[in-house]
């Protein structure tokens, strides 16, 4: 599992223009975007970190490494939407 925060990913847009930039390094990649929390994870056997942050900054976004998912949950627990996960 690989995770960016991306925060100039505002949109539905730019979800699929992120999500397409990754399938272009691993087109089995399982990509899953919190919008809220600007947060990317990417599940990947073929793909490694910087291939993955090359080819999101080439579609126009800036990713930073996030935490591992496992270990970072703490600032989840917002309310707003019907979705809690
Ligand atoms: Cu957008």
Redesign the pocket.
């Known amino acids: 599992m690989i995770a960016f925060e991306v925060n100039d990913?505002?949109?539905g847009?730019?979800v699929s223009a992120i999500a397409q930039a990754v399938r272009r390094v691993d087109d089995a990649a399982e990509v899953s975007v919190d919008l809220g929390t600007r947060r990317v994870e990417i599940r990947t056997s073929a793909a490694d970190v910087a291939g993955l942050q090359a080819a999101i900054q080439e579609a126009g976004y800036s990713p930073t490494t996030a935490r591992a998912a496992s270990s970072a949950v703490p600032t989840r627990a917002r309310g707003g939407c019907c979705c809690s996960r």
């Open positions: 990913m505002t949109c847009r730019c």
